[in-house]
């Protein structure tokens, strides 16, 4: 049973700081990978998504990486700002219909 | 092309009422998932359909639970004999299986609080 765990569940830090949110899975057997932003009380903004195939995806400031044999992905952030205050959840499809999500990060920038 | 639509945003019921959520899918996608977001915790599979065809359905999904998507383009979520427990986010997702990514797309999802 793929289960998803994302570390660390809060973190705050000053404006302009580059951070890493990490995500482990236990099952390597992926379709793919995907990270969302959810603004609270607010659905789901996918932000990038890996296929298994791949190693990382970027887009502006964000970069992904996926490493499946170890059951790691890891979100970095360049040059943090206030409006990324957000919960990060990621996301594993294990192929078919069902994607299973983290309890997500809870990310706090301090102006 | 204006992204996944769900109705109501927000939903407040008595316990025992029934009621019933909408989602719109982006136009072209094919696949389309319910899933239930808990505070604090990750969204969770409720059930999905390709075209008109509901596929799966997670046990979580008790009986009071029913979705439909007639004709393969809006859908909708009833629930039935609402209890306090069913308070939570409902979130809808579609995909194009075609594209072969497995891309999901949310809604801004319909928040329910059962009294």
């Known amino acids: 049973k793929q289960e998803v765990t994302q570390i660390p569940a809060a973190l705050s830090v000053p404006e302009g700081e580059n951070l890493v949110l990490n995500c482990s899975f236990t099952?390597?057997?992926?379709?793919?990978l995907q990270w969302f932003r959810q603004d609270p009380g607010k659905g789901l903004t996918s932000l990038l998504l890996?296929?298994?195939?791949?190693r990382e995806q970027t887009s502006g400031r964000l970069n992904a990486s996926l490493d499946k044999s170890s059951g790691r992905s890891t979100l970095y952030i360049a040059a943090s700002q206030p409006g990324d205050s957000a919960t990060y959840l990621c996301?594993?499809?294990?192929?078919?219909?069902?994607?299973?999500f983290g309890a997500g990060t809870r990310l706090f920038v301090k102006a | 092309d204006t992204g996944v639509s769900q109705d109501p945003r927000h939903k407040i019921t008595k316990r025992g009422q029934n009621v019933t959520f909408r989602c719109d899918p982006i136009?072209?996608?094919?696949?389309l998932y319910w899933y239930r977001q808990t505070l604090g915790q990750g969204p969770e599979f409720l059930t999905y359909?390709?075209?008109?065809?509901?596929?799966?359905k997670s046990r979580l999904l008790s009986d009071r639970f029913s979705a439909e998507r007639p004709k393969g383009s809006f859908s909708t979520l009833e629930i039935q004999r609402t209890e306090q427990g069913d308070s939570a986010m409902y979130l809808c997702?579609?995909?194009?299986?075609?594209?072969?990514?497995?891309?999901?797309?949310f809604g801004e999802g319909s928040r329910l609080t059962v009294l």
């Open positions: 890996i296929q298994s195939s791949q």
């Open positions: 359909f390709q075209n008109e065809a509901q596929l799966e």
């Open positions: 996301a594993v499809d294990t192929g078919g219909f069902k994607t299973i």
């Open positions: 099952d390597s057997a992926i379709y793919n």
């Open positions: 136009s072209e996608h094919n696949r």
């Open positions: 997702a579609s995909s194009l299986v075609q594209i072969n990514t497995g891309e999901l797309f």
